[in-house]
């Protein structure tokens, strides 16, 4: 089956630690995508990347880094540098500027 | 940064009765989407709007591509159970990858 997965559906990490979360797609998909959702609130755009060894910085790129080292993955580090990671994280890819997909989310939570 | 204006915020309906949300912006957007997003899942697209003016339906729902280009309309006929969920528009602009998001309108239904 084609479409994006993340891993993993929830984690948990201790304050101060880096944390790296998985996104893989198989759409085919140059574009990809992270987002922060906080409870209640909207999407927020984190990093995003339209080509291989090539990424930008959205509106809440700090504390936060990426790589994407091969098309269908786009993992996310949150670092310790972020001061309130606890939230839920979305990846979506899309084919140049088209519709993004969703992956299924992953929820961090600091302990 | 950016945010659609995104109303109602919530809604509680009556299992039957017809919905209807709305988006609007200051600037002028070339694609509008739709989508709708359970309960620790990730967002899952509804319906996209590419041309002003367009009505667009997925079942018992339909969707309009305000002829300002800064508005969208989503309908839901007939509400069910399942309708339950935050519903999202998103607008993008030509040549950019980033959408623009709305904060969501959380639909209940009413036992």
């Known amino acids: 089956d084609g479409g994006i997965t993340q891993s993993p559906k929830y984690l948990f990490r201790k304050e101060g630690q880096n944390v790296t979360l998985s996104c893989e797609q198989n759409l085919n998909h140059d574009a990809m995508y992270w987002y922060r959702q906080d409870p209640g609130q909207g999407l927020r755009l984190i990093y995003y990347s339209q080509i291989v060894n090539d990424f930008q910085k959205g509106d809440i790129a700090e504390g936060y880094s990426v790589s994407r080292e091969k098309k269908e993955s786009f993992p996310l580090t949150v670092t310790s540098a972020q001061k309130n990671p606890t939230a839920f994280y979305l990846c979506a890819s899309s084919m140049g500027f088209s519709t993004q997909y969703f992956g299924p989310g992953t929820r961090l939570t600091v302990l | 940064g950016q945010q659609l204006n995104q109303s109602p915020q919530s809604m509680f309906i009556q299992e039957g009765e017809d919905v209807s949300m709305n988006c609007t912006s200051s600037s002028i957007f070339n694609t509008w989407l739709w989508y709708k997003q359970d309960p620790g899942e990730g967002p899952v697209l509804l319906i996209a709007?590419?041309?002003a003016g367009e009505l667009t339906s997925n079942g018992r729902l339909t969707a309009q591509f305000g002829t300002t280009r800064k508005d969208s309309f989503l309908n839901i006929s007939a509400s069910i159970p399942s309708d339950v969920g935050i519903y999202f528009c998103?607008?993008?602009?030509?040549?950019?990858?980033?959408?623009?998001w709305g904060a969501g309108t959380k639909l209940i239904i009413k036992p």
């Open positions: 709007l590419y041309k």
């Open positions: 998103a607008g993008q602009t030509d040549s950019n990858y980033q959408l623009i």
